[in-house]
């Protein structure tokens, strides 16, 4: 846990977020400012800053934050069944990517159709 960190604080549940799913490595919880009718953040709980700086270490959390997001996504039929048949998964990885929470977090987006590039 790292002291002034938000997503740390969301994760030790010192700061309320909608949680979707929480196992013993990984949460997940509802963006606050939704780009997409589906817009969920999926972390590990030990905090690093970004990709940038994870090691062979965190190879399997990685790993585990990307099948959560598959999993949700299915759970939400982002894929199929919906209406929509795709989804976006994004780490913004410094702060001219978009990253602004530098805790590592995966985007999953979906719900709408998507354009690429992306801006
Ligand atoms: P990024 O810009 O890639 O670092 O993503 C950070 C994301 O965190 C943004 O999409 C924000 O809307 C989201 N966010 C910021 N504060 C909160 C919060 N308290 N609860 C949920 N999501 C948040
Ligand atoms: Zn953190």
């Known amino acids: 846990m790292s002291q002034d960190c938000l997503f740390?604080?969301?994760?030790?549940?010192?700061i309320p977020a909608k949680l979707v799913y929480e196992d013993d490595e990984v949460?997940?919880?509802?963006?606050?400012?939704?780009?997409?009718?589906t817009h969920i953040l999926i972390c590990p709980k030990k905090h690093?800053?970004?990709l940038d700086v994870a090691t062979r270490e965190d190879e399997a959390v990685i790993g585990k934050v990307?099948?959560?997001?598959a999993q949700l996504a299915r759970e939400r039929k982002l894929l199929a069944g919906g209406t929509?048949?795709?989804?976006?998964?994004?780490f913004n990885t410094g702060k001219d990517s978009g990253q602004t929470v530098f805790h590592l977090h995966l985007h999953l987006?979906?719900?709408?159709?998507?354009r690429w590039p992306p801006g």
């Open 8 to 14: 740390c604080k969301i994760a030790a549940r010192e």
């Open 48 to 50: 690093f800053a970004s």
């Open 27 to 37: 949460f997940a919880f509802e963006d606050i400012n939704p780009q997409a009718p």
């Open 66 to 69: 990307m099948l959560a997001a």
């Open 109 to 114: 987006l979906g719900g709408r159709s998507f």
């Open 84 to 90: 929509f048949s795709g989804y976006r998964t994004v």
